[in-house]
């Protein structure tokens, strides 16, 4: 009898397991056929410009991804902010969408969970990511992306970078290509096609990590185009070159054909033939 019972227990749970998977996907995919709603249209207006001198079918994949992400990602207000706000889910979202907009098989950033929102840059001791009591303070930080499943940003940052997309500084697009790189480690390498794929990107990101390096090291020549910052490591460049991708695209492709060669490939977009 009991046995009986423990079968019958076992396959109610799977049904329901099977029930609430089957909800998740007709939602999802409701979301990415609707529109973006009007309020979010009136904030892209407002804060993020840009989206209107996308291609048309760029922005409905867009405001479709976006909705997504805003309704399968945990948000938490942090640092004296006192909620998430409507504006504030729909500009970060719209501004993650962007990179995975044309993305194979990128399931919505699978091994993100929360999203910690600031209301201006914050310091960070690593205690969530860590759960440690002690760790060296690293400064007043814009952005963090975390392997356990975070991304923190500061709102205020989110704003400026959403608003000014030609300058080259997107802290949204650099934390969640960072979020793409960690899938598979944190050496600025995401998940590619094939060995020919994996060969071209290291030889090309190398050669062009290992120049912005002598160039920062150097001091003498003019401010590179891609932002010092990504002289850190392998793993900044590849996020640093994504912002440079998504908002100076134009100069990227002339400057670094090559870099911009691989992006082009991995996004599997053409920012620099957008209008503008």
């Known amino acids: 009898m009991t046995g009986v019972i423990l079968i019958v227990a076992s396959i109610a749970v ?25 309020s979010w249209v009136q904030i892209f207006r407002n804060d993020f410009p840009r989206f209107f001198e996308l291609p048309e ?4 994949s867009l405001g479709g991804i976006a909705q997504v992400l805003a309704a399968g990602k945990n948000f938490e207000a942090c640092g004296g902010l006192e909620e998430i706000t ?24 699978p091994e993100l969970k929360s999203i910690l929102v600031y209301p201006t840059a914050f310091r960070d001791g690593g205690h969530r990511r ?15 992306s975390w392997q356990t ?22 802290v949204t697009i650099h ?18 096609s094939n060995r020919e794929a994996y060969r071209q990107w290291a030889e090309v990101f190398e050669r062009n990590y290992e120049e912005l390096v002598g160039e920062v090291n150097d001091g003498k020549g003019p401010e590179p185009l891609i932002d ?22 134009k100069q990227l492709r002339e400057e670094h054909p090559d870099l911009y060669g691989q992006l082009q490939n991995f996004y599997r977009l053409d920012p620099a033939s957008w209008g503008r």
């Open 14 to 38: 799977f049904a329901l397991a099977v029930s609430l998977i089957s909800k998740k996907a007709r939602l999802r995919h409701t979301l990415l056929n609707s529109p973006p709603p009007d």
């Open 57 to 60: 079918e760029l922005q409905q």
């Open 86 to 109: 409507e504006e504030m889910r729909a500009l970060i979202c719209i501004q993650a969408a962007l990179p995975i907009v044309c993305l194979p098989h990128h399931r919505y950033y």
């Open 130 to 144: 860590f759960g440690l009591r002690e760790e060296e303070d690293r400064g007043v930080l814009l952005g963090e």
């Open 149 to 170: 499943g975070s991304i923190i940003l500061s709102w205020e940052s989110v704003v400026a970078g959403a608003r000014n997309a030609d300058d080259g500084m997107n």
């Open 175 to 192: 934390e969640f290509a960072h979020q793409l790189d960690q899938i598979n480690g944190t050496d600025g390498v995401p998940i590619l």
């Open 228 to 249: 010092p910052y990504g002289a850190t490591n392998p793993a900044e460049f590849f996020a640093v070159a994504s912002e440079t991708f998504f908002e100076e695209a």
